[in-house]
């Protein structure tokens, strides 16, 4: 009879452990990741990255998913997902920071196709390359070469190396020969004017009225202002045919792409404060949607 009396008090006591141990399944990040898996088995890619994404900057700083196989497995299953979505760029960083992580880490070939292994081992060896990794594939720290490509569209519209005073110069960056284009003009055009309206002066109203004009010294004076209009108007035209023809020479592609080696180190860039950039600033006239105006860019 106390045998049966202590077993009834004692299963009630169990039932009620006030400390129980939290199963993993409690942990949001666990189901998260949990349910990623499910959704990329069924290829719901779309789902698994929007499910994994907002995320991302939290695992990189070691604040989410700590155990390092669960770590690769997230990074895994979100670039793999990116690929799939077409969203290539976004999947090389995802997999850099795989690598970084495990410098060693493959994509098997019995799960996922040859065009995706192919992707991945070429981001490896880039990353390989540009030393972010080492040469047997382990992560580098300090500074460390970098390769950086740049595209540049040339929007520029074709009516504005057609305008005078040097915009096709100015649109192709040759600030110089555009102000020796449109300074030269300038002259042209005032010389011509300022000498016509002289010659007019002279002649009076009527440019019939032959008898007007004075021998001697008016004459001479007016003979020579016919001779500076031409002349002007001759440089002038002369420097516009010039910017003309070095306009459209020398304009850029439409999409024009240039490497470069850049040198970062990104541990000695984060202590650097923002109010260490030097502020620049450059005035320049450029061509717009109607015409062209001036332009002001700058650093602060």
């Not at 994994?52 to 895994?76: C, D, T």
């Not at 196709?113 to 070429?122: G, M």
């Not at 009527?206 to 202002?225: C, F, H, R, W, Y």
């Amino acid at each position: 009879m106390f045998l049966l009396l202590a077993l009834t008090v004692s299963m009630p006591a169990l039932a009620a452990d006030p400390n129980p141990t939290p199963s993993a399944a409690s942990d949001p990040t666990e189901v998260r990741l949990s349910t990623a898996t499910q959704l990329f088995d069924i290829q719901q890619y779309d789902k698994v990255v929007a499910l994994l994404q907002p995320i991302l900057p939290k695992v990189k700083s070691g604040a989410l998913i700590k155990e390092p196989f669960q770590r690769y497995k997230y990074y895994e299953l979100l670039g793999v997902s990116m690929w799939w979505q077409d969203q290539k760029d976004a999947a090389r960083r995802v997999f850099t920071e795989l690598l970084k992580a495990n410098s060693s880490h493959r994509l098997p070939a019995v799960k996922y196709p040859e065009d995706l292994i192919r992707f991945f081992e070429n981001h490896k060896a880039d990353l390989i390359s540009y030393g972010v990794l080492g040469a047997g594939g382990s992560s580098v720290k300090g500074p460390r070469q970098i390769k950086v490509r740049e595209t540049r569209i040339n929007t520029t519209p074709t009516i504005a190396y057609v305008l005078p005073f040097g915009v096709g110069q100015f649109a192709n960056g040759e600030d110089t020969k555009g102000a020796i284009v449109i300074t030269l003009q300038i002259i042209g055009l005032a010389g011509s004017i300022g000498a016509y309206w002289g010659h007019r002066a002279i002649i009076g109203e009527d440019p019939n009225q032959k008898g007007s004009v004075q021998p001697g010294a008016q004459e001479i004076t007016n003979e020579a202002l016919i001779g500076i209009s031409i002349g002007s108007l001759a440089v002038f035209g002369a420097a516009y045919i010039y910017g003309l023809i070095d306009g459209f020479a020398n304009r850029p592609a439409t999409e024009t792409t240039t490497e470069r080696t850049e040198v970062e180190d990104p541990d000695n860039d984060a202590k650097k404060s923002p109010r260490e950039a030097q502020p620049s600033a450059t005035l320049r006239i450029s061509p717009a949607a109607a015409g062209f105006g001036v332009g002001l860019s700058g650093t602060f």
